[in-house]
């Protein structure tokens, strides 16, 4: 398993941006790595996830689709997930997942990740 720690949520007006970051305790290259979020009342959901070592493999959301994106530095160790156009349905805390060893397919299903951060909180207000 891997350390994972976010940070950048906050508060924004409809239509803002925000970019989040993950910071992991070792190496990305060889794992999946995802954002997943949850809002008050609702389960988990996948928003979208990035192999590590073939960064330009990722997975998005139909909701996310055109307005996130998500990028792994892998000298840094850090996930990204910049996020524009922003709007209520957006407001969740956000988790960052990781699973070491061969990604096979960037996965948005929570069974696929054992490495999770605490979260950061996004609030998007009209």
């Known amino acids: 398993q891997v350390q994972l720690a976010e940070s950048g949520g906050d508060s924004v007006q409809v239509g803002g941006s925000l970019k989040l970051s993950c910071r992991a305790s070792g190496s990305t290259y060889r794992a999946c790595m995802a954002w997943f979020r949850q809002a008050p009342g609702k389960e988990r959901e996948g928003v979208a996830s990035?192999?590590?070592?073939?960064?330009?493999?990722?997975r998005y959301a139909e909701s996310v689709k055109g307005r996130f994106t998500i990028t792994l530095d892998n000298a840094k160790q850090t996930l990204y997930l910049q996020m524009n156009g922003l709007t209520p349905a957006d407001t969740a805390l956000y988790y960052c997942?990781?699973?070491?060893?061969?990604?096979?397919?960037?996965?948005?299903?929570?069974?696929?990740?054992?490495?999770w951060g605490l979260g950061t909180q996004v609030t998007v207000s009209s």
């Open positions: 997942a990781a699973k070491r060893g061969i990604c096979w397919l960037p996965s948005l299903s929570e069974s696929a990740y054992d490495s």
């Open positions: 990035i192999d590590g070592e073939e960064i330009g493999r990722t």
